[in-house]
């Protein structure tokens, strides 16, 4: 069995990082559960939400998403992928149009996703969705 070379690995990485996507846009709880890793240790922070600890959670925390919002429709940019031996990352930045309880929303989020290898496929361990604060920081003086 030859080694996948960098290349490849990243094009592994960013198929399972485009199958979470496809999963949210389509609300399929079963896509969902397939790509996370069921343990205790991964972590999720949607965009105003407290962190997640652990795969049941996290699961519920889909499972109340999917079943409240009619559309999802995901633009990503500013991808970057990492990886280093068995844990990848990805961020960039979510373009989201969503429709919720009638009322149309867009907004861009800032994200990180992790993937632990687990034998020949990845799986995620961290996905972190969090807001963009626009304006200037100031600093203590």
């Not at 199958?19 to 069921?38: C, N, P």
């Not at 343990?39 to 949607?46: K, L, M, S």
């Not at 652990?54 to 940019?77: C, H, M, N, Y």
Request: glycine fraction near 4%.
């Amino acid at each position: 069995m030859s080694e996948l070379t960098p290349e490849d690995e990243s094009a592994e990485v960013q198929e399972t990082n485009a199958r979470f996507y496809r999963a949210l846009e389509a609300r399929d709880l079963e896509a969902m559960e397939a790509l996370w890793l069921h343990a205790d240790y991964v972590r999720c922070v949607h965009p105003g939400w407290c962190l997640l600890t652990g795969w049941e959670p996290v699961r519920q925390s889909w499972e109340a998403i999917f079943k409240d919002t009619r559309e999802l429709r995901f633009t990503l940019s500013d991808i970057v992928v990492r990886i280093s031996a068995d844990v990848a990352w990805v961020t960039g930045t979510e373009n989201i149009l969503t429709q919720s309880q009638g009322n149309i929303s867009v907004t861009a989020v800032l994200v990180t996703n992790v993937f632990e290898r687990r034998g020949t496929r990845w799986r995620m361990v961290l996905h972190h969705a969090s807001h963009i604060l626009t304006g200037e920081v100031e600093s203590s003086a």
